[in-house]
Each structure stands twice: as C-alpha cells, then as structure tokens.
C-alpha cells in the first residue's frame, strides 16, 4: 500500500510537470504564432509641423504637418499643407547633414546677404543639403524631375506615399555615404512661390534652377513621437 502510495504520487507529480510544459508550449506557441503573423513588426512615428518661411514674398502663412510612419519594411510619407501658392507645384524634401548633424530649421538670422528672404543656398547652414523627395518615387531619389505634389485652387494638397525603407536606405546610402535615414535629424521644407514674384537678384538657388521654385515656404523639424 505505502509502495501504492508513493507511485501514485510520483505519477501525479509528473504529470503536473508534463501539464506545466505542455501549456507553457502552447502559450508559447501562440505568442509566436501571434508574433509571425504580424511579421515581428515595430511600429515608430515621426512627424514635423510646418511653420511659414518668406510669409513677405508669398502674402501667406503656409503651415501643415509630414508624418513618417514605419511598420516593417514600410515606411509611409504623407504631408497635408494649406496658405499655399495655390495652382502651383511644391517641390518637398527632407534636409540634413552627410555627417549626421541635428539639422534645424533657419531663423532669420539666416538672411546672410540683408535681401529680408531665406533663400534655399542660406538654409543650409543649418539644414544642410536636400535629402529625400516627396515625390511621386522618393526611392529614386530625383529631386530635379521628381512629379511633386499641386495646390489645390484654395492653396492646399495632401500627399501619401508608401515605400521600402530598406530600398530608401540602400539608395540614400549609396546617395550621402550614410546608412541611416535618421530622420529625427532631419527638416522638412516647402518650395516654390509664384513665377511673377518679384525676387530680387540676390536670392540665390541651386544651379540652373528658378529661385521662385526653390525658395523655402514653410520648415518644421522632424521629432520620434511613438517607438
């Protein structure tokens, strides 16, 4: 009887034991189940709000807000603006530094040459260089032919594009030496003003493009707001 006794509680402990892993296993497997069928994927938003640059050459207050969303692979750029030129083509981009500098938005200590307007070429003295497009294909990495976003008749646009940051990566790699996107080291800016803008000769662009296309509207740093 007592050796009886002793088996039975050795079977019972085994079996709580067996019963401990089993359902360990399948929670287990579930999570990860779970886990696969979302891809493992993190999720971060970053997003600039755009504040108006050069309001004495458009008469307006351009403001709005990019986003960038990234879950996986995807990394999704929507920007909505409003008090823009209206009927005409906004180039966007994002700027920065090759080094990796915090680039930020100009002040208008930035009017180096006294004319009263930033000019693409004064940004850059704390913006750095354009980056990326926010164009039709940000992957190519186009900005002189890029097919940018229009204003609607009341000066406002949205605009929304999906990519793969491994592919935007690759290619902005191989454009600036850099493997990092690091966009909360970046600036968003606006373009482009009215072709009849009376720009004095001061105002500088880059090479053979019209200042009146290049010229800074709006500008907002680029901050993480979800990990």
Same mark, same amino acid.
């Given at each position: 009887m007592k050796n009886f006794n002793k088996n039975l509680r050795i079977k019972t402990k085994v079996f709580a034991v067996l019963t401990a892993a089993t359902l360990a296993w399948a929670v287990g497997g579930a999570t990860g189940a779970l886990a696969a069928d979302s891809g493992g994927h993190s999720q971060a938003v970053y997003v600039a709000h755009l504040h108006p640059m050069n309001s004495n050459v458009t008469g307006l207050q351009t403001t709005g807000e990019a986003r960038f969303s990234i879950v996986g692979d995807k990394l999704t750029i929507s920007v909505k603006a409003e008090g823009l030129p209206p009927n005409l083509l906004h180039w966007q981009h994002f700027h920065g530094f090759a080094d990796n500098r915090a680039a930020i938005c100009p002040s208008a200590a930035a009017d180096a040459n006294g004319d009263g307007i930033i000019d693409l070429i004064e940004t850059e003295t704390t913006a750095g260089t354009t980056m990326v497009p926010f164009t039709d294909d940000p992957v190519a990495?186009?900005?002189?032919?890029?097919?940018?976003?229009?204003?609607?008749?009341?000066? &406002?646009?949205t605009y929304r594009q999906t990519v793969s940051r491994k592919e935007l990566t690759a290619a902005f790699a191989k454009a600036f030496n850099d493997q990092m996107l690091d966009l909360d080291r970046r600036v968003v800016?606006?373009?482009?003003?009215?072709? &009849?803008?009376?720009?004095?000769?001061?105002?500088?662009?880059?090479?053979?493009?019209?200042?009146?296309? &290049?010229?800074?509207?709006?500008?907002?740093?680029?901050?993480?707001?979800k990990r």
């Open positions: 990495m186009d900005v002189a032919h890029g097919i940018y976003p229009k204003a609607s008749a009341s000066g &406002t646009y800016f606006i373009h482009g003003v009215v072709p &009849t803008s009376k720009l004095p000769a001061s105002v500088a662009s880059l090479g053979p493009i019209p200042a009146y296309v &290049t010229l800074p509207i709006a500008c907002g740093r680029i901050e993480r707001v």
